[in-house]
């Protein structure tokens, strides 16, 4: 008995020594896949420019594009436009375009479908001078010069909100609904709520103005990026030059 007790001791001694090890490493492994893999993540998780088959998001040399924007397939971000941190243009099923001097503000979602149950253009088109407030969504809709949209708006397939109109934060225009000019709209779903007056109709731009010239201080924080090049490529390869 005494013999069995000794060897039982010795076994189990012998037992948590190599379990004691064996986990022990297995944690390293363990530590050593997750940093590389955590590595390999970090370096191709996040992509700016997403192409879709032929198409390419198209940046101007003078927008602002935030490190952390998704820019995908039929997205065109014209001159003086910004589009600011955390916001995703999904041109896959149809066109997005920013306009001169507008701005797509934090968390914005841009989205545009196939083709408009209203028979209106299914693109999503933002004209020169716009505003787009923070966490807005817009699908396939039409917003034309020196318009204010306001944080946390949502804009269905075919709304229109024609120049000099100002939607109020957490609108909702329902779909083919049409904002007059110089009105202001509020509510869920958007009604009319006044008209504007001169001096507010001469602000419009004014902010957009103000937030392109804020853009100035964050373009000193980033290389200059835009999608130039591609058109430089072209060209080389047209006229036979090697890149």
């Not at 065109?76 to 997005?96: E, F, H, P, Y």
């Not at 034309?144 to 804009?155: A, D, K, V």
């Not at 909702?172 to 000019?181: K, L, Y």
């Not at 392109?212 to 490529?233: C, W």
């Amino acid at each position: 008995m005494a013999t069995l007790a000794r060897l039982s001791r010795k076994a189990l001694k012998a037992g948590l020594s190599s379990s004691s090890l064996f986990p022990r490493g297995l944690s390293t492994e363990a530590a050593k896949l997750t940093v590389t893999d955590r590595v390999k993540w970090d370096y191709r998780g996040q992509r700016k420019i997403i192409p879709l088959g032929q198409w390419v998001p198209k940046i101007a040399v003078d927008a602002y594009v935030a490190p952390n924007v998704v820019l995908a397939g039929q997205v065109t971000v014209n001159d003086g436009s910004s589009v600011w941190n955390g916001s995703v243009l999904r041109g896959d099923l149809n066109k997005i375009t920013i306009g001169f001097c507008s701005n797509v503000q934090e968390r914005c979602v841009l989205h545009a479908a196939w083709s408009s149950p209203t028979g209106l253009p299914a693109e999503t088109s933002i004209e020169r001078f716009v505003t787009i407030g923070a966490y807005s969504l817009l699908r396939s809709c039409t917003i034309e010069p020196e318009c204010i949209i306001g944080q946390h708006s949502i804009l269905m397939e075919g709304s229109l909100v024609e120049t000099h109109s100002i939607l109020e934060a957490g609108s909702v225009v329902p779909p083919g609904r049409r904002i007059p000019t110089g009105e202001l709209w509020a509510g869920n779903p958007a009604r009319f709520v006044r008209s504007l007056t001169h001096e507010e109709i001469l602000e419009i731009p004014k902010l957009a103005v103000a937030i392109n010239d804020l853009t100035k201080s964050h373009f000193s924080e980033f290389l200059p990026y835009s999608t130039v090049y591609l058109e430089v490529e072209k060209l080389k390869k047209s006229f036979g030059i090697p890149i």
